[in-house]
């Protein structure tokens, strides 16, 4: 069955899939992202293209979301797939379904930064990044259609009516990362999952947990996961790190609005 790692684009989901990855399956815990595809992006074409040769039509896909799963599911392990996707359903398709899913690691980011490191990515006006995080009907296009919709719904989708969820914060993750650490290790063990590593296996993991490794590692061609830009060049994902902070970059009138917009779910979150 799958257990989900799942967040809203640039909100810290490479970063939970390279702490999980690196303990699960490097030589010394140590961060290597030669290892993330053992937990790989959902959907991707190769899920989906034996059913169907059209990636870009929700009516079309949404057709196979549970049959796709099914199939990744005949291997009767715990399987961890990344996703962005909403989690809904479309025109009675579900996404995905208890059947399917064993459980759900959600990654949550304050909204003022995530809207600087979408704008960054992207590379967005403001209006651009502003309109993604809005929109109740946005989806990006990367090989595949992905449904997001807007910031406060993607949240809502995966986190409330979700008996399995463990929400962690991105902000959390900076403060206390050893502490996020074990709170996801405790999530998984209610799954009958094998967890035994030394504290020298978390500690390796926690110290080469940090933006300048992952930039290094980038610069090296060791990380892949890069949007494409023009003339076929591939956009730094690893950009702002800690100088990501909407206090010094978010004007007034974003930062009004997106407060506004998502107040119910900041205050839920502690952000306001």
């Not at 809005?134 to 995966?158: A, Q």
């Amino acid at each position: 069955m799958i257990i989900w790692l799942a967040s809203y684009p640039k909100s810290g989901n490479t970063w939970v899939r390279s702490i999980l990855t690196s303990l699960f399956f490097s030589k010394d815990g140590s961060i290597d992202f030669k290892h993330l595809n053992a937990f790989p992006k959902y959907p991707n074409p190769e899920h989906l293209e034996e059913f169907t040769k059209d990636l870009h039509s929700y009516d079309e896909m949404s057709k196979y979301w549970i049959a796709s799963q099914e199939k990744l599911n005949l291997n009767n392990n715990v399987n961890f797939l990344k996703t962005h996707h909403l989690l809904c359903a479309w025109k009675n398709f579900n996404f995905t379904n208890p059947k399917n899913t064993l459980g759900t690691i959600y990654v949550v980011r304050d909204p003022r930064n995530v809207f600087t490191s979408v704008k960054n990515h992207f590379s967005f006006t403001d209006e651009e990044a502003l309109n993604m995080m809005l929109d109740k009907n946005w989806s990006l296009t990367n090989g595949i259609k992905t449904m997001l919709s807007s910031w406060g719904l993607h949240y809502f989708s995966w986190t409330k009516n979700n008996k399995n969820v463990l929400l962690i914060k991105y902000e959390d993750m900076m403060n206390d990362l050893r502490k996020e650490i074990y709170k996801i290790l405790d999530y998984l063990t209610k799954f009958n999952i094998k967890i035994n590593f030394s504290e020298d296996r978390i500690n390796n993991c926690i110290k080469t947990s940090n933006f300048s490794n992952f930039q290094d590692m980038e610069k090296k061609g060791l990380f892949d996961e890069q949007i494409v830009v023009d003339n076929n060049k591939k956009k730094t994902f690893f950009k702002l790190g800690k100088k990501n902070d909407f206090n010094k970059l978010l004007n007034e009138k974003i930062k009004y609005r997106l407060e506004k917009e998502f107040k119910k779910e900041m205050k839920e979150l502690n952000y306001l």
